[in-house]
């Protein structure tokens, strides 16, 4: 039993030693992600989630349709937004009174498809030329 804990005692120390000695979580030129970091990114998630929601439902993919609008063209929109684009389109669709949200959606679409048309990012509209 001597033999053992002679052999066995300085790898337990060394263990402990070395198991106490701070870590390196990060390499020096990364930073560690914050809580509020975490936070936004999961709220960024949400409201392009419940954009997508609005834009899936049937009754605004036959309103884009009849005006003329390629869904497949609102879906890439949506996800070229940058991330405070998101929040405003979101927060406002949450701000529509009941009945409303076709149209008020439909509405902030339009304008978000207009304004990318004006700046000549898209040719959605042939008016806008």
Sequence with gaps: MKTICRYLS???IAALVL???PAMAAPAGSGL???QDALSAEQVRSDRERIHEVLAR???RDQLVAQGVDPAEVEARVAALSDAEAAQMADQLDQLPAGAS???ALFAVF???L???ILGLTNVYPFTR
């Design 111 to 113: 304008v978000i498809l």
């Design 19 to 21: 198991g106490s000695l």
């Design 102 to 104: 076709v149209v008020g």
């Design 10 to 12: 300085p790898l337990l």
């Design 115 to 117: 304004v990318t048309d």
């Design 33 to 35: 992600v914050s809580t």
């Design 58 to 60: 049937d009754d605004i």
